[in-house]
């Protein structure tokens, strides 16, 4: 009998098919992917933090400073900025709940720091 996945299981096709699907990421990195879940932590699982509101520029900060600075490590607010930008524009203005996992996976890439999230 096969056992029903978990809730972060769920939680990750889901990303995976955004990545797919909206993105346009024919094979997503996974190892980057479960970095960014775990950086996002349990956050994931409540509705209010489960997504990034790309309008709102208090939760645009909160992304720059807690996830571009502080497990990133880049302090540059320009380039920050930008990573964070390019990520939206790249998801799509038009997609309201932008899940975090996704946009901190864009972010990661754009910024090329896959490495350093999945070593952490």
Known sequence: ????????????????????EKVGEARPDLALLDACVKACGPSIYKADSATVASSDKTELERVRTTFIVKKLGVADEEKGAAALKAAIEKYGRSVRAKHRPVVYYLVAKELKKAAALKAA
């Open 1 to 20: 009998m096969a056992k029903a996945p978990s809730a972060k299981e769920l939680l990750v096709e889901k990303y995976i098919s955004e990545l797919k």
